[in-house]
């Protein structure tokens, strides 16, 4: 059965340190989400992609976060300068298109010191 | 803003008891999900809830969803401890993105 790649699973960093992490898409999924999930809490939505495009970075933090999705297939959520704050699970999911069901990937848990 | 509460967000029950989630949402939506969360796992897709009254049934979870009265149920029957988890409704806000509620904490003793 297909499913989301995330990589790395783990990463523990300091503060102000630049972290960056991976997602690869069930094959010929056009829509791309990066979440992220506090303790505790339920995801929230950081990026929303349909093909290469930016479709919502609304809850994005644009001054220290950023994504992309070049070619339209995997993507990238980089963090930089890394804060305390930032310790968190961070979730990719994508669906076939927009409003279609979303499958997330394992996730990969940051830990800032 | 749309706002998703659940409730109860912790639920410790013993194994052969039946219990309901709740999931209010506080706009008109047309669809919602139910997700489940193993500790340190990624999250499962349960169901998919797309009208008004539509019902759907795997094992001995049941999902529904009143859009009128902006609820949504999920229905445990005789709990086994393999249940344990977390469970997430999450609404579609606008057909653009999924918000999702705090989560249901679920403990199902042998």
């Known amino acids: 059965e297909a499913e989301v790649a995330q990589s790395p699973r783990y990463k523990i960093t300091e503060k102000s340190q630049a972290v960056a992490f991976w997602c690869d898409p069930i094959s010929g999924h056009a829509t791309l989400y990066w979440y992220r999930q506090i303790l505790g809490q339920g995801p929230e939505l950081l990026v929303q992609f349909q093909d290469e495009s930016v479709v919502d970075d609304s809850q994005l933090p644009k001054d220290r976060f950023s994504a992309e999705r070049l070619k339209g297939v995997d993507s990238t959520l980089k963090i930089q300068p890394a804060e305390l704050g930032d310790s968190a699970m961070y979730l990719c999911?994508?669906?076939?298109?927009?409003?279609?069901?979303?499958?997330f990937g394992p996730g990969t848990r940051l830990l800032v010191l | 803003e749309l706002k998703v509460e659940q409730n109860p967000l912790f639920l410790s029950m013993q194994e052969g008891k039946n219990y309901t989630i709740y999931c209010n949402y506080s706009?008109?939506?047309?669809?919602l999900y139910w997700y489940r969360q193993d500790p340190g796992k990624s999250l499962e897709s349960l169901f998919v809830?797309?009208?008004?009254?539509a019902v759907k049934q795997e094992g001995r979870l049941m999902a529904s969803l009143d859009t009128k009265a902006r609820l949504s149920t999920l229905h445990i029957t005789a709990a086994v401890h393999d249940l344990s988890a977390t469970y997430f409704c999450a609404v579609d806000k606008n057909g653009n993105k999924l918000v999702f509620g705090a989560g249901t904490i679920l403990r199902v003793k042998s």
């Open positions: 809830l797309l009208s008004n009254g």
């Open positions: 706009t008109t939506s047309d669809r």
């Open positions: 999911a994508s669906s076939l298109a927009r409003r279609e069901t979303q499958y």
